[in-house]
């Protein structure tokens, strides 16, 4: 689909290129092109090398040729390159480590635990009593294939420490829960775990999906 633009200058403009000075008065005479027409720069080059190039680059003003802006950017000889170590939060969270918690710490609050929820997949947040927890359900095949996610949930977070709480429902369901119930809420620990369970493979124990003709 063709896409049209106009152009409108009130006042007159000069166009300066290659020391050639033009001045055009748009006023009463707005560009119209077609940016899908293949022709388009062919219009625009008919009327002069000077407007097409004022639409691109512009020539450094003295002021910033004095600050020698151009001196640190990538290419110059000089070029500072720096390795940084990144931080925690830039780390994916199944690469942590579990800590103690303290009893006397406070839960992570709703506002938290909704940053942290972004880098889990399928889990939600759910409020019971005034405790935020976690919760992620499943729908697999049958219950052979509930006994087997299960198995791979608990190797999976056996270096942890940790282990949330499972509950099979019907024959092929199984939900489970995260969160820490010493401090009576969610610690990172439990978005920690979280995550890996994200990394556990299942594919083969869900139902296959139709495909309609």
Known sequence: ?????????????????????????????????????????????????????????????????????????????DTEHKILIPNIAALALSKLECTPVSDLQAPMSQDDAKTLLRKVIGWKLVNEDGILKLQCLWKLKDSECVEELINRINKAVESTGLSPNIHRIQSNQVKAELWTSSIGGLSMNDFIVASKIDEIKYTDLVPRKRAWA
């Open 1 to 77: 689909m063709a896409v049209f633009a106009s152009l409108h200058f009130t006042p007159p403009l000069t166009f300066h290129t290659n020391q050639l000075h033009k001045s055009f008065n748009l006023n009463h005479h707005p560009l119209r092109f077609n940016l899908g027409s293949k022709t388009s720069r062919a219009r625009i080059l008919a009327m002069g090398p000077d407007l097409l190039g004022d639409f691109g680059a512009r020539d450094p003003f003295p002021a910033e040729i004095e600050s020698n802006f151009g001196d640190k950017v990538i290419g110059a000889h």
